[in-house]
Nanobody, 118 residues
Framework: QVQLVESGGGLVQAGGSLRLSCAAS????????????MGWYRQGPGKQRELVAS???????NYADSVKGRFTISRDNAKKMVYLQMNSLKPEDTGVYYC????????WGQGTQVTVSS
């Protein structure tokens, strides 16, 4: 069974920082986690889910324009972990953050709530 577990969210004031973590496990990933492109998705209040950052197995990254220069995605293939460092947070960054492959699989975790107050 595939399992994706996100953590690290919380309530912060505008301008603050958070570091999100995603732990991947299960037979689909097994020992080949390194070949998957992984991403962080978010769903804000009253908004559709969007991909905000992605990273290939080799470490190439892409970011949505809204987070470019503020967020950094990284991964540790040996630990099967994906991270999202979020700096200079804005109220519009508020939402539930999920990790998944890119394109997304059907296996979603619980997500982690990020709330940015003004």
């Amino acid at each position: 069974q595939v399992q994706l577990v996100e953590s690290g969210g919380g309530l912060v004031q505008a301008g603050g920082s958070l570091r999100l973590s995603c732990a991947a496990s299960g037979s689909i990933f097994g020992s080949i986690f390194r070949i998957y492109t992984m991403g962080w998705y978010r769903q804000g209040p009253g908004k559709q889910r969007e991909l905000v950052a992605s990273i290939t197995g080799g470490g190439n990254t892409n970011y949505a324009d809204s987070v470019k220069g503020r967020f950094t995605i990284s991964r540790d293939n040996a630990k099967k972990m994906v991270y999202l460092q979020m700096n200079s947070l804005k109220p519009e960054d508020t939402g539930v953050y999920y990790c998944n492959s890119v394109p997304a699989s059907d296996y979603w975790g619980q997500g982690t709530q990020v709330t940015v107050s003004s």
